[in-house]
T-cell receptor, first 116, second 111 residues
C-alpha cells in the first residue's frame, strides 16, 4: 500500500519551454502533497505544500509564478516548471500524505529534469 | 522543527544488524521521530516512525530512549540492497508540518 507514482521519470528539453510533472497517489487519498527539489550531492529541499482544492504554500525563495502547482483532486498534483532554464535542472520529487498529521509522507521516484 | 544529528557515514557487514543512531536533544513533546532512506537516484522510502515507545515493522525496529533525546534505527539482517542514505527527522503531528531533511547517514553494506 501507499504507492505514489511520478511521471515522467526523466525529461530533457530546450531552454524556455515549460515542463509538467505529475504526481499520483495510487491506493490512497492524499489530503496533502509536497514537492521537493534535490541538487546533486545535496539533501532534499521542500519547495511547496499543497492541499486538495487550495492554493499551494511555497517555501521562502521559491518563485510561485515559475513553479506552478495544481492539486485538483485527492489523487493528483502537478508541478509545472514554466520557461525552464538550465539552472532549473534538478531532481524533482513529490510526496503525498493521507489522513491525519501523524501519517507518514510517501514519495514518488522522482523526475530528473535536464534543461539544455 | 527540532534538529537531528546523525553520523555522516557508517559501514556494516552483510548479514549483520545495522544500528543507525540519531540525536534529537531538543525534541518537543508532540514531535514524532521518522526514518526514511534514499537509494541512489530514487525518491525517499518511508521506513518507520514513533513517538516514545519502541516500534517494529517488517523493515526495521526503532528504539527511542526514555528521555526521547535520541533514537536508533535497527536493520536486523542487513543486505546489499540496504545501502542508502538514511534520514532521521523529527516532525510535529499536526497540520501540514513539513519534513526537513538533513544530510543523513550514508550506510554502506559490505559483502
Amino acid at each position: 500500500g501507499a504507492v505514489v507514482s511520478q511521471h515522467p521519470s526523466w525529461v530533457i528539453c530546450k531552454s524556455g519551454t515549460s515542463v509538467k510533472i505529475e504526481c499520483r497517489s495510487l491506493d490512497f487519498q492524499a489530503t496533502t502533497m509536497f514537492w521537493y527539489r534535490q541538487f546533486p550531492k545535496q539533501s532534499l529541499m521542500l519547495m511547496a505544500t499543497s492541499n486538495e482544492g487550495s492554493k499551494a504554500t511555497y517555501e521562502q525563495g521559491v518563485e510561485k509564478d515559475k513553479f506552478l502547482i495544481n492539486h485538483a483532486s485527492l489523487t493528483l498534483s502537478t508541478l509545472t516548471v514554466t520557461s525552464a532554464h538550465p539552472e532549473d535542472s534538478s531532481f524533482y520529487i513529490c510526496s503525498a500524505r493521507g489522513g491525519t498529521g501523524m501519517q507518514p509522507q510517501h514519495f514518488g521516484d522522482g523526475t530528473r529534469l535536464s534543461i539544455l | 522543527d527540532a534538529k537531528t544529528t546523525q553520523p555522516t557515514s557508517m559501514d556494516c557487514a552483510e548479514g549483520r544488524a545495522a544500528n543507525l543512531p540519531c540525536n534529537h536533544s531538543t525534541i518537543s513533546g508532540n514531535e514524532y521521530v521518522y526514518w526514511y532512506r534514499q537509494i541512489h537516484s530514487q525518491g525517499p522510502q518511508y521506513i518507520i516512525h514513533g513517538l516514545k515507545n519502541n516500534e517494529t515493522n517488517e523493515m526495521a525496529s526503532l528504539i527511542i530512549t526514555e528521555d526521547r533525546k535520541s533514537s536508533t534505527l535497527i536493520l536486523p539482517h542487513a543486505t546489499l540492497r540496504d545501502t542508502a542514505v538514511y534520514y532521521c527527522i523529527v516532525r510535529a503531528n499536526f497540520g501540514n508540518e513539513k519534513l526537513t531533511f538533513g544530510t543523513g547517514t550514508r550506510l554502506t553494506i559490505i559483502p
